[in-house]
């Protein structure tokens, strides 16, 4: 079973726009962490944004912030405000801490942001 | 601050033989970790290292190895290479564990031909 979904394989907004990508998760594991991860064209992984499991409010950074339900096990990014240079492949990860330190990733989703 | 740095960035190699790949993580980070990107399986996590030592492994075949030297630096290295161990490899360094986010370096492209 998959442990990191994300079920749209690619998203369109305007700029200014806000957009939100989906991310649900499965795990037993009661302690763990769930990661956003921006990837251009240039292959760079860039780190977005961070819940932990036991977190009460929902992470924000700047324009992005995390949609956390728990109960529903969604983990959803929401950005505010999208720019042109937004384009980008979005990747949700999660790390159980019982498995350790590795980050185990949902498929992506593919961002475009037109004028 | 300088970030992570993985090289080459391009590698062409010919099936059968072995390939080094190297990353240099961030000054004072003492975990690093790997990951293959492929377009069919996405990002799988390789193996971590921390102090030198591998502390966790992914679900790869032994011709995947690495190492982790003193000053942080790890070397990842593939041997009998196989066409589908073409990818992008991902290197990634974190202080420890905890809700540090991991920092990537900008990959080694491999092509096995």
């Known amino acids: 079973a998959q442990k990191i979904t994300q079920t749209q394989p690619g998203m369109f907004v305007q700029e200014k726009e806000a957009v939100t990508l989906d991310c649900t998760y499965d795990?037993?594991?009661?302690?763990?962490?769930l990661f956003w991860y921006k990837q251009p064209s240039s292959g760079e992984m860039i780190f977005l944004i961070y819940?932990?499991?036991?977190?009460?409010q929902n992470a924000t950074e700047g324009r992005y912030s995390l949609n956390f339900q728990k109960a529903r096990k969604s983990a959803n990014l929401v950005i505010s405000a999208s720019q042109l240079g937004d384009s980008a492949m979005y990747f949700c990860?999660?790390?159980?801490?019982?498995?350790?330190?590795?980050?185990?990733f949902g498929k992506g989703t593919t961002l475009s942001v037109s004028s | 601050k300088a970030g992570v740095t993985q090289t080459p960035r391009y590698l062409i190699k010919t099936r059968g033989q072995q390939v080094t790949l190297s990353c240099s993580p961030i000054?004072?980070?003492?975990?690093v970790s790997w990951y293959q990107q492929t377009p069919g399986q996405g990002l799988q996590f390789l193996f971590e290292?921390?102090?030198?030592?591998?502390?966790n492994k992914g679900n790869f075949p032994g011709r995947f190895s690495g190492r982790q030297f003193s000053n942080s630096r790890s070397e990842m290295n593939v041997s009998t290479l196989e066409l589908g161990d073409s990818a992008l490899y991902l290197c990634?360094?974190?202080?420890?564990?905890?809700?540090?986010?991991?920092?990537f370096g900008s990959g080694t492209r491999l092509t096995v031909v």
């Open positions: 990634a360094s974190s202080p420890g564990q905890g809700r540090y986010g991991y920092t």
């Open positions: 795990t037993s594991d009661p302690s763990y962490g």
């Open positions: 819940q932990g499991s036991y977190d009460q």
């Open positions: 990860a999660m790390r159980e801490n019982q498995a350790g330190t590795a980050l185990i």
């Open positions: 000054s004072g980070h003492r975990s």
């Open positions: 290292y921390f102090s030198e030592t591998q502390r």
